[in-house]
């Protein structure tokens, strides 16, 4: 090269003109967006998640979590392992809290309401004037909200002691019948805590802890319990309710006894336990309630009752009591009755203990009475209500809103609209708990940091509250103690440290690290004495209001608690775990109820009870009782952000505003309803397409009584394995029914895929005798992958995004056999099948198999034929039919991981086995130079990082010792149609096991 | 054998000369009636709607289609292979007939072959509306790429697109080269701006001996490269089905079941087509009732094969005693769309039946409804086996429904248009009957028998 430009010069010119191009076409509009760090904050690693703990407070439960952060985003919440409420499971509620912190609806900042309208003020101003009001309402302060931990309790009481006035706690859904009756058995003011792991049978009285508002760890003992075990035997669980809720389709047996029949039953079962040798102070009340009383109460057989007893007298066996969605007017009396049982059956001190200090938050709604009546004779200045929604959550007669409505001056700390802030004068938005202080104390010796994980939201100028309250005592001339709530915090668990673990800032921030301190547990009791009532007491079945011919469940909803959660869309999109309807409300009615109707599911039907009437469509369900309806709580907002108005009913229209005697509990259970059609009709967003699984083996289940005998049942584990193994995309089975000792084939060792024996193979199994359906893995799944939620319209016409979705088929079993309708529940996702229909199908290669097992899907190569999607056997493929993303409003995608496209228009997507989860841990592997393939159990998927149950296994079956192969080895597992269609996928199940007999073939 | 004259004498007993030939057939290319134009403007807006609703599916996403999981294919899909079926009539007609030296072929195969062409242009659109980025769609032509990225030759769809390509090509320069020498009479007849034009397209051609040598040699061999691609090209798209392992798709019939299917509607839609224009052009002498007589019995005969085949279905369903394969064809007849399968059924299967009577055969009404009769049907055949067969399959807890949206509509019933559009400018610009091998088999010209 001799004449002319040289290659090597050309570039250099053209790479200098194009970045010059470049850089003047840069626009400076957003250019202070744009800005790096000038000084890069040493914790903060681009690309590398940080994490924190914390205390969830989407609920008044209380679970640990750990908060992954990336680049100063919250992206998602992971169950902390250390934490004994959660014991690192976390619900879908808990993952939904994300959409409450991103939440578009939140107000901009704090507002004063004039002339109808709201204006955004400063802090200042907006603090001056409470702390003006607060001076002129002259000592009538009131103060209404959810318990937030011990400290802001503290707080709240400093502060009200102060300015004059009081602070009620509330909450809708609470657990103050079970405390109550605690205290009227034992004496204790505190909860019972359960050790359900240890029980081998459990009965439930309508006490639905699956659905929500109860510690993770009981499911997670749970599951323990009833799954089976290593000498194939499992606990037994049985539902006596009138509705079988998720947690009543987790029984082995359901009891549909009357409504509010749970006191003489349980009472029942203890006489028959104790045969009159019972001379405690219940010795009467236990000869008045005798087996016969019970069976006829309850609507069931005597010999059911004793048998019953017979099996709890067994032990060690557990009652539970009533929870919210069942209290009626003698809840008390229903969980007192059960503690009576465990008494009688010796349960204490085994499967049940006092004097632990369980604590939960939940107060009783007789304290929001007293609130309410106040309010409405004038005695109240200033109301100041946060964390709570008594405007929706209470119903119309309880006269909160008009007594609100008549305060001089109403304050709401709501960080979003709802429908108490949407009558408050001034709004003063308090931050999300992923953005603030604060501590929880869930027993006694157990203490748990909440800490803000982000800066706050900068499209949101909130202020938390305490210290909020902080500052305007203050400018109120009250020195409360600090200047700021974290001050105030810290220097309260300073003041009570007892240098157990060296100084103060090292034990803070240990606690900040592990999230928990435990400062010793609190001796648990033997088998305390019962003490004889202090108060009336009645076991008998409560009254009802009203003359209609049903009675009316209304439970809190396992996907939005009492309403808390109807703005969220991940939990409007979620699938109910019942009736598997997402976002609007239906009624739930038995079929045969319906046919006497005429009704079909999807007519629309007014429901009419003397407080209220609504008009709701109805789904037809078996596992209600004939003469009851069920109507979840949660829909109706009027007031409370743009997925949530008018959005379904409201079930608070129907119920009186009764408190329970003596516990003071809102009573749910509490009216009959008439329920006639309208005549209208409407498709239900619902997305099972079949309730029954037609002949196929989907879930099968074995019984008890066959396991361990081998033969036909599951593939043979060598086989199975080696089959499992193969891999590489090539078909491993031999057709002719060769030596399995051929896999992988040799076919299978080219190219790309030559050394694939060396590489993971990576497989999940998942338990379907621990899975309860319970869908946090579904949320979990949606906030690891960015997974678009598609609207009701859409949902209505089969278009959910889902990547795994639970999958809920009935099995009814011959009526003459214990627990007559037997529920299945599956979870299904990609199977990421060795032999994929899906791959040579695909014109273009966008799905494809990786030499380590995984069904790859490559967005950006997908052209939309949507062949992949059909030849799917699972229909686990979901297809972005519009652009889906781009509807999610900011700041929502601030939650998007980073590590996951986002997917465009016109592209198939699916599970990836959390692929992004497995490079980073390979990156990690190879930084530290320890090989190329992870350590078994250093990846962990989405879905089973927050399984309460612990279903889901995960990992690299190649390795013998690995956690997935030793759980692959068992009889019970079974892969989904691969007999029909050998596509041997890498999803094992672990079949249900039954008590019942499981007919071959129809019910397989 | 039967001698030209003959034969001419036997499918065109009333044209007497060769003049009145080329009068008859340019006829239609002189000034276009009222008729014509209200046809033309109605399909013009038919085209337009078409182009509207793709276009808003391109802006907005396939979403405003009815399309959803598990019926990822739907309306696009029935009408891109009931297209490719109406096209595959035309090949046999001019190919095969040719090769078989059918005495009936000559009056209708220019139709036919236009129709072919026209319907191939409207079938091939379709994939591209359907797929969800059909600004990619590219990538499934393999190209040198500097990714080094190449098509799934496995894939079925990839066939598909040569198989599609593939007979487009072949049957247009099929079409047009069969055109040549008539476009030479039209442009001897024509005068302005259309003579430079049929000039042009009529390649010069003169009517030596020489060219006519040429022409003919071109002609059979086409003919025998076209006859493999009637069979293949419908087999290949009955794979895009039978490949999968769908139950109602994967079946070993589907080849030759699509096949005699494909001939079926096109046949069908070759006596909707020359009904009407038969009429309009007045024609009568040239499309006579022996050659409406010839395709009814052609229609008879597929009909008879697709019938054979939904039988031979639904017992092989039965009697592979197969759970899955069961309830699929179960619930074909007695499910949700229970509705379209009996139209299939009755349209395909029953009202066909009627052709084994000769009345009817020579009834031309009769015919023109039978044959609408029988493009509702196979479109419904087509709309059965997608929709009907990924609406209940595997996993019982992913059935679903699907209900076509108005935009699919918009599209089903632009891409009528699209084709009438087509096929309008045909008839105005292209001698509708080839007259040149119409005068072949017509008697020499004769001065008239005097009566005595």
């Known amino acids: 090269m001799t004449d002319g430009i040289k290659r090597r010069d050309f570039l250099k010119v053209l790479g200098v003109t194009g970045a010059g191009a470049t850089l003047t076409a840069c626009s400076t509009g957003n250019a202070e967006r744009l800005l790096p760090y000038v000084t890069a904050d040493e914790s903060i690693t681009p690309g590398v998640a940080t994490w924190y703990t914390s205390v969830c407070q989407g609920c008044s439960v209380g679970c640990g979590v750990w908060v992954k952060t990336r680049e100063g985003r919250v992206i998602k919440l992971e169950g902390n392992p250390h934490h004994p409420v959660s014991n690192g499971a976390l619900c879908s509620k808990g993952h939904a809290t994300l959409q409450h912190l991103y939440n578009p609806d939140r107000y901009a900042g704090p507002m004063v309401r004039e002339g109808g309208a709201l204006r955004q003020i400063s802090w200042d101003e907006a603090e001056a004037m409470l702390a003006e009001r607060i001076q002129g309402a002259a000592g009538n302060v009131l103060y209404i909200g959810r318990h937030t931990g011990p400290t802001m309790s503290r707080l709240l009481d400093q502060f009200t002691n102060a300015v004059g006035g009081r602070h009620v706690e509330y909450d809708a859904v609470s657990d103050a019948p079970l405390r109550e009756a605690t205290r009227i058995a034992f004496g204790a003011d505190e909860l019972p805590r359960y050790n359900m792991d240890q029980a081998r049978f459990i009965i439930s009285f309508g006490n639905d802890f699956i659905d929500g508002d109860a510690p993770l760890s009981w499911q997670r003992d749970f599951a323990k319990m009833s799954a089976v075990d290593d000498h194939g035997s499992k606990g037994r669980f049985v539902y006596a309710g009138p509705r079988l809720s998720t947690t009543g389709q987790n029984a082995d047996e359901w009891i549909p006894i009357n409504p509010g029949s749970e006191a003489a039953l349980a009472l029942g079962m203890a006489s028959v336990i104790a045969e009159g040798s019972d001379d405690g102070p219940y010795a009467s009340v236990l000869a008045a309630y005798g087996p016969g009383a019970a069976a006829q109460a309850a609507g069931i057989s005597e010999d059911q009752v004793r048998e019953l007893a017979e099996r709890f007298a067994e032990g060690p066996s557990l009652a539970l009591g009533p929870s919210a969605g069942a209290h009626h007017r003698n809840a008390t009396a229903a969980h007192l009755a059960a503690l009576i049982l465990n008494h009688v059956a010796g349960s204490f001190g085994r499967t049940i203990h006092v004097g632990g200090g369980l604590q939960t938050a939940a107060r009783p709604y007789s304290d929001m009475e007293a609130a309410i009546r106040a309010m409405a004779g004038g005695q109240v200045g200033v109301v100041m209500v946060r964390g709570t929604n008594p405007a929706y959550s209470l119903p119309e007669g309880s006269g909160f809103r008009d007594a609100f409505a008549g305060v001089g001056f109403k304050v709401s700390f709501a960080s979003a609209p709802d429908e108490t802030s949407a009558m408050a004068d001034l709004i003063l938005p308090d931050r999300h708990w992923l953005e603030s202080w604060g501590d929880s104390a869930p027993r006694t010796g157990l203490m748990a940091l909440q800490q803000p994980a982000m800066q706050p939201v900068p499209h949101f100028d909130a202020k938390q509250t305490g210290d909020v309250l902080l500052s305007v005592a203050g400018r109120l001339g009250n020195d409360l103690g600090a200047a700021t709530f974290f001050e105030y915090l810290k220097a309260g668990h300073q003041s009570s440290y007892d240098g157990s673990m060296g100084p103060f800032e090292d034990a803070w921030r240990q606690a900040l690290k592990t999230g928990v301190v435990e400062h010793g547990e609190a001796e648990l009791g033997g088998a305390p004495d019962l003490r004889a009532p202090d108060t009336a007491i009645t076991f008998d079945a409560p009254a009802l209001d009203g003359d209609g011919d049903l009675t009316l469940l209304v439970h809190p909803s396992p996907r939005f608690g009492a309403g808390e959660f109807s703005n969220a869309p991940w939990m409007l999109e979620l699938p109910d775990p019942v009736s598997k309807i997402t976002w609007h409300s239906w009624l739930e009615i038995h079929p045969d109820a319906a046919e006497a109707r005429g009704l079909r599911e999807g007519d629309i039907v007014t429901v009419a009870s003397p407080h209220g009437q609504v008009t709701v469509p109805v789904w037809v369900y078996p596992g209600i009782r004939p003469d009851a309806v069920a109507l979840g709580m949660g829909g109706g907002h009027t007031d409370f952000g743009r997925w949530a108005n008018n959005n379904g009913v409201n079930a608070m229209t129907l119920l009186p505003a009764v408190a329970e005697q003596p516990s003071g509990a809102f009573v749910t259970l509490a009216t009959k309803v008439s329920v006639t059609p309208t005549g209208d009709h409407r498709r239900l967003a619902k997305v099972s397409g079949s309730d029954v699984q037609a002949g196929r083996e989907i879930t099968p289940a074995i019984a008890l009584s066959s396991l361990g005998h081998g033969g036909e049942e599951g593939i043979p584990p060598e086989e199975g394995l080696k089959e499992l193994q193969g891999g590489g995309g090539f078909v491993p089975v031999p057709a002719d029914g060769g030596e399995p000792q051929a896999f992988p084939l040799e076919g299978s060792r080219y190219g790309k895929y030559a050394d694939s024996e060396n590489r993971a193979r990576w497989a999940m199994a998942i338990d379907l005798d621990k899975c309860t359906g319970c869908s946090a893995c579904v949320t979990a799944c949606q906030a690891e992958n960015n997974v678009p939620w598609v609207g009701e319209q859409q949902v209505m016409m089969g278009r959910e995004m889902h990547w795994m979705r639970i999958e809920r088929y009935y099995e009814h079993v011959d009526a003459t056999q214990a627990g007559h309708l037997d529920i299945r529940h599956l979870p299904m996702l990609c199977q990421h099948c060795n032999n994929a229909p899906c791959e040579p199908v695909c014109p273009v290669f966008a799905t494809y198999h990786t030499p380590e097992g995984v069904n790859a899907q490559i967005y950006n190569r997908c052209v939309g034929t949507r062949y992949c999607a059909n030849n799917c056997p699972y229909k686990v493929r979901v297809f972005n039919w519009y652009r889906y993303t781009d509807a999610i409003p900011d700041p929502m995608n601030w939650q998007w991981n980073p590590d996951v496209t986002v997917r465009d228009n016109g592209v198939m997507e699916k599970c990836s086995f959390c692929m992004q989860r497995v490079r980073e841990a390979e990156n990690r592997v190879a930084l530290e130079k320890r090989g190329s393939i992870p350590n078994d159990g250093e990846v962990i998927m989405a879905c089973q990082q927050s399984c309460p149950a612990e279903a889901i296994v995960w990992g690299n079956i190649r390795d013998p010792n690995s956690r997935i192969s030793q759980v692959v080895h068992s009889e019970r597992t079974y892969r989904v149609l691969n007999e029909a269609i050998n596509t041997q996928p890498a999803v094992n199940y672990l079949k249900k096991v039954t008590f019942h007999e499981v007919a071959s073939g129809e019910h397989a | ?452």
């Not at chain 2, 062409?117 to 980025?133: C, N």
């Open chain 2, 1 to 452: 054998m039967a001698t030209a004259t003959e034969r001419g004498a036997l499918t065109h007993p009333d044209v007497q000369t060769l003049a009145e030939v080329n009068e008859d057939v340019l006829r239609p290319l002189s000034k276009p009636g009222k008729g014509w134009w209200a046809m033309f403007a109605l399909a013009a807006a038919g085209v337009g709607l078409f182009f509207a609703s793709w276009g808003r599916q391109l802006v907005q996403g396939i979403g405003v289609s009815g399309l959803n999981e598990p019926v990822g294919w739907g309306v696009y899909i029935t009408s891109f292979v009931f297209w490719v079926g109406i096209a595959h009539s035309g090949t046999l007609i001019s190919a095969i007939l040719f090769l078989f030296r059918a005495p009936w072929r000559q009056s209708i195969y220019r139709t036919a072959e236009a129709m072919t062409v026209f319907a191939v242009m409207t079938a091939g659109l379709f994939p591209l509306i359907h797929v969800g980025r059909v600004w990619h769609a590219y990538w499934l032509i393999p190209y040198p790429n500097s990714r080094f990225l190449w098509p799934n030759f496995k894939s079925p769809l990839v066939w598909d697109v040569f198989a599609v390509t593939t007979y487009f090509t072949v049957s247009a320069t099929f079409f047009f080269l069969g055109t040549v020498p008539d476009l030479a009479a039209a442009r001897d007849a024509a005068t302005g701006l259309r003579k430079k034009l049929y000039s042009i397209i009529s390649l010069g051609w003169r009517g030596t001996d020489s060219q006519w040598h040429h022409f003919g040699k071109a002609y059979i061999f086409l003919a025998a490269l076209a006859t493999p691609l009637v069979l293949s090209v419908h087999s290949v798209v009955s794979w895009d089905f039978a490949m999968g392992i769908v139950p109602g798709w994967h079946a070993t019939i589907f080849a030759p079941y699509f096949v005699a299917g494909a001939i079926y509607s096109g046949v069908a839609m070759v006596i909707t087509l020359i009904v009407p224009m038969r009429k309009i052009f007045g024609l009568e002498k040239y499309v006579t009732i022996k050659h409406f007589d010839a395709m009814a019995k052609l229609c008879l005969l597929t009909s008879m094969i697709v019938l054979y085949s939904y039988l031979s279905e639904f017992f092989i369903a039965w009697y592979s005693g197969e759970v899955i394969e069961r309830a699929s064809f179960w619930n074909r007849l007695f499910g949700p769309y229970w509705w379209a399968t009996w139209i299939m059924l009755t349209c395909n299967g029953l009202v066909p039946t009627t052709l084994w009577f000769k009345r009817v055969r020579h009834s031309i009404p009769a015919l023109f409804v039978i044959s609408i009769f029988v493009n509702i049907g196979m479109w419904f055949e087509r709309y059965v086996i997608v929709v009907t067969s990924l609406h209940h399959e595997y996993e019982p807890y992913a059935w679903g429904m699907y209900r076509p949206s108005l935009t699919e509509m918009g599209i089903l019933i632009g891409s009528f248009c699209w084709f009438g559009f087509w096929f309008l400018l045909f008839t105005r610009l292209l001698p509708p009957v080839a007259i040149a091998e119409l005068k072949e088999v017509l008697p020499a010209p004769l001065r008239k028998k005097e009566a005595h």
